[in-house]
């Protein structure tokens, strides 16, 4: 599955923006998605996943009740929600599959191909 992210632009603290990983190819609904960050001179950070189907999602506790990630099959597409940003959400965002497909354990998922990501900067 090739993915690539999108949707990332300069936002005020406080401000929402919602962010879409775009699929390709008819497998798109069989892998579980992963979301990561990286801000300059910083360590990647993994920030949600949802599963094959949708049904299960995990968010960190440094996101959770800002952000919401959701997917939708039939357009190959998974959406991070992101809400209340802070300056330190200001990062390249990048999206990528599980390695294996209809996995519903997230803890165990294995990312790869993050590929491109998309510059997310919020002002103070």
């Known amino acids: 599955v090739q993915l690539q992210a999108s949707g990332g632009g300069l936002v005020q603290a406080g401000g929402s923006l919602t962010l879409s990983c775009g699929g390709s190819?008819?497998?798109?609904?069989?892998?579980?998605i992963g979301w990561s960050r990286q801000a300059p001179g910083k360590e990647r950070e993994f920030v949600g996943a949802?599963?094959?189907?949708?049904?299960?999602?995990y968010l960190p506790d440094s996101v959770k009740g800002r952000f919401t990630i959701s997917r939708d099959n039939a357009g190959n597409t998974v959406f991070l929600r992101m809400s209340k940003l802070k300056p330190e959400d200001t990062a390249v965002y990048y999206c990528?599959?599980?390695?294996?497909?209809?996995?519903?354990?997230?803890?165990?998922?294995?990312?790869?191909?993050w590929g491109q990501g998309t510059q997310v900067t919020v002002s103070s």
């Open positions: 990528a599959s599980d390695k294996r497909q209809y996995r519903n354990a997230l803890a165990s998922a294995e990312w790869i191909n």
């Open positions: 190819g008819r497998t798109f609904s069989e892998y579980a």
């Open positions: 949802i599963t094959f189907s949708g049904a299960i999602t």
